[in-house]
C-alpha cells in the first residue's frame, strides 16, 4: 500500500519563461483595475512573482491568485489614474510582454508640451519637438496650411517607441506665412497653430543707387538701383527740375532686384530725383542733377576798327571756365558733338584754318586715340574710348585756339564686376558655430574693379550685439579679411557685395548654437 503522499509527482523540467502563456492585459483607459492571467503549464518548475510601478505614485502592490491549477490572475488597483509599469517574472525571469506598460490617463492636449524652432529658413527643415509624456493616451496628428500658397506635408517621427515623444517636420517652400496645426486626440495642444513667418523684412536702408549717367538736354538720364539686398518691394521715383517742374521718369526692371530710372530733361535745369523703395526714401535720395551745355558758353567781343583795316578779332573772356570732368568705366565710350564757334574764317588764310584738332594724354598711359569725325562744314563728332584706365586730359582746339570747354577732364576706370571676387577662408570655418566665437574669412576682389566691399548681416530677432569687422589687408589693395562674432544663436547671414551686385556664394548663413561655459 502507498505510504502518505504515494504516489509524488515531481516537475523536474527547468523553468522556461518564454513557455508561459499571457492573457492580457485588461483594462480600459481612465479606469482601474488591471487584470493579467497567466498560464505556466508548459513553463517548467518555477515561481511566478510580480511587480508594479507607476509614474506618480511609485510602488503599488500586486495581488496573484493561482484560479486553478499552473494557471493565474495578476491584478492591481492603484490609488489614482497613472502610467503603470507591471513586471511579471517566472524563476526571475520576464515572460512573454513583460514589462507591461499601460497609460490609463485620459487624452489632456493641454499638457502636450511643444518646442519650437530657434528659426526658420526657406527650403530648410522645421522641426517642431513634441513630449506627450504627460497627456495621456492620443493620437499626434498635424496638418500645414499656408497663407495664399499650397499647403505642406508633415513628417510626423517618433525616435523611440517606448516613449511619448515626436517629431513634426516641415520644410518651406516659399516666402509666405504658414500656420502648422498640432493636435493630441484631435484637439490643438498649447499654442497651435504656430505660425511660421517666411515674409522677408523689408530694408529700405540696403537699396543701393549708383551715380546718374547724365551729359546734355535731350539725351536720357540713366541711374540704376540695385533692391536685390532690400528684401520684396516697389520701387517708384519721382524727377522735378527747379525751372521745368515735374518729369516723368521710366522704372524698368532690368533683371530681378535691378532697375534702370530714366528720363529726358526738356531743359537746361537742377533736376531733383527721388528714390522711394515701398514709399521709404533710399539711401543718397534724392539726388541732384544738373544739366549744363558741355561746352560753357564763351563770351565774344567782336570790335571793328575800319581805319586800321584789321577787320573782326575775336577776344576771349580772361576768367577761364573750370574744366569739363566726368567719370567713366573702360569700355564706356565718350562720345561728344562738337560745333565750331562763330569766327570770321575768311580773315584767316588757308594754313591758319586747320580745323578741330583733339589731343587726350593720360597721367599715366601718355598719348591715347581720339577718332574725329567731320559731319559738315561746322560740326564734327569726337569719339574717345581709351584701353587702359587713368585721368585723361582732351584738348580741344579749333584753328590753332583752345575751343571753347577745353580741356575735358575724364577719369576712366576698370568696370566693377563682383563675379570675379572670391569668398576665401570658408574651409577653415566650424560646421557648428557658437556664441561669442569669431568667425574669420576673407575676399579676394583684386580682379573685380575698382569697386568698393560692403558688408551687411541680418541677425535673429533683438540682436544688437554681433559685430561684424572689415580690413584690408595692408599692402594688398583689394584682400579683406572679415570678422563676424555672433552673440545670439540662431540663424545669422553675411551679405557681401562688390560695388552694387552680390559676390559669389553670398549671402553666408550660419546656424550659430549657444556655447555653454563649464
Not at 573685380?448 to 544688437?464: A, F, I, M, Q
Amino acid at each position: 500500500e502507498h505510504i502518505p503522499g504515494s504516489p509524488f509527482e515531481m516537475n523536474l523540467v527547468p523553468p522556461d519563461a518564454s513557455k508561459v502563456k499571457v492573457n492580457g492585459p485588461h483594462y480600459q483607459v481612465g479606469q482601474l483595475p488591471v487584470n493579467l492571467v497567466a498560464g505556466v503549464g508548459d513553463a517548467g518548475a518555477g515561481e511566478l512573482s510580480a511587480s508594479c510601478y507607476g509614474k506618480r505614485v511609485g510602488n503599488v502592490p500586486v495581488s496573484i491568485k493561482e484560479k486553478e491549477p499552473q494557471r493565474y490572475s495578476i491584478s492591481f488597483e492603484g490609488p489614482q489614474l497613472d502610467t503603470y509599469t507591471l513586471n511579471v517574472l517566472w524563476s526571475d525571469e520576464h515572460i512573454p510582454g513583460s514589462p507591461f506598460k499601460m497609460n490609463l490617463m485620459p487624452s489632456d492636449a493641454s499638457k502636450v508640451i511643444v518646442t519650437k524652432p530657434d528659426h526658420y529658413s526657406l527650403s530648410m527643415r522645421a522641426l517642431f519637438k513634441v513630449d506627450a509624456t504627460e497627456a495621456g493616451v492620443g493620437d499626434l496628428t498635424a496638418f500645414c496650411r499656408a497663407e495664399n500658397s499650397a499647403n505642406l506635408p508633415v513628417e510626423i517621427l517618433k525616435p523611440d517607441p517606448e516613449f511619448e515623444e515626436y517629431k513634426a517636420i516641415i520644410t518651406p517652400i516659399k516666402e509666405v506665412k504658414y500656420f502648422l496645426s498640432i493636435q493630441w486626440g484631435k484637439r490643438d495642444v498649447p499654442g497651435s497653430p504656430f505660425e511660421i513667418n517666411l515674409v522677408p523684412v523689408i530694408h529700405s536702408d540696403r537699396v543701393i543707387v549708383e551715380d546718374p549717367v547724365y551729359s546734355m538736354v535731350e539725351q536720357p538720364v540713366v541711374t540704376m538701383v540695385n533692391t536685390s539686398f532690400a528684401g520684396p518691394g516697389k520701387l517708384t521715383a519721382v524727377g522735378i527740375g527747379e525751372k521745368s517742374g515735374g518729369v516723368p521718369v521710366a522704372v524698368e526692371e532690368v533683371e530681378k532686384g535691378k532697375y534702370k530710372l530714366s528720363f529726358v530733361p526738356s531743359l537746361e535745369d537742377d533736376y531733383q530725383l527721388s528714390i522711394l523703395f515701398n514709399d521709404q526714401a533710399v539711401p543718397r535720395s534724392p539726388l541732384f542733377i544738373p544739366i549744363k551745355p558741355i561746352f560753357e558758353p564763351v563770351e565774344q567781343v567782336i570790335i571793328a576798327d575800319v581805319e586800321s583795316g584789321f577787320g573782326l578779332e575775336e577776344f576771349q573772356d580772361e576768367t577761364p571756365a573750370p574744366p569739363n570732368e566726368m567719370y567713366l568705366y573702360i569700355g564706356e565710350p565718350l562720345s561728344i558733338d562738337f560745333d565750331a564757334p562763330l569766327t570770321n574764317d575768311a580773315s584767316l588764310d588757308e594754313e591758319q584754318q586747320t580745323g578741330l584738332s583733339v589731343t587726350a594724354i593720360g597721367d599715366k598711359n601718355g598719348p591715347a586715340k581720339v577718332k574725329i569725325t567731320r559731319k559738315d562744314k561746322a560740326k564734327y563728332e569726337i569719339v574717345f574710348n581709351p584701353l587702359k584706365p587713368d585721368r585723361y586730359v582732351l584738348n580741344l582746339d579749333y584753328n590753332g585756339s583752345p575751343a571753347p570747354g577745353s580741356p575735358i577732364i575724364v577719369h576712366y576706370s576698370l568696370p566693377v564686376d563682383a563675379t570675379k571676387c572670391v569668398i576665401t577662408g570658408l574651409e577653415k570655418l566650424s560646421f557648428y558655430p557658437m556664441t561669442n566665437i569669431p568667425l574669420e574669412f576673407g575676399v579676394d576682389a583684386t580682379d573685380g574693379g575698382n569697386g568698393e566691399l560692403h558688408v551687411t548681416t541680418d541677425r535673429p530677432s533683438g540682436d544688437v550685439t554681433s559685430t561684424v569687422t572689415v580690413d584690408e589687408i595692408e599692402g594688398q589693395k583689394g584682400i579683406y579679411r572679415i570678422t563676424y562674432t555672433p552673440a545670439t544663436p540662431g540663424e545669422h547671414s553675411v551679405n557681401l557685395q562688390w560695388g552694387k551686385d552680390r559676390i559669389p556664394g553670398s549671402p553666408l548663413v550660419f546656424n550659430v548654437e549657444m556655447l555653454h561655459q563649464p
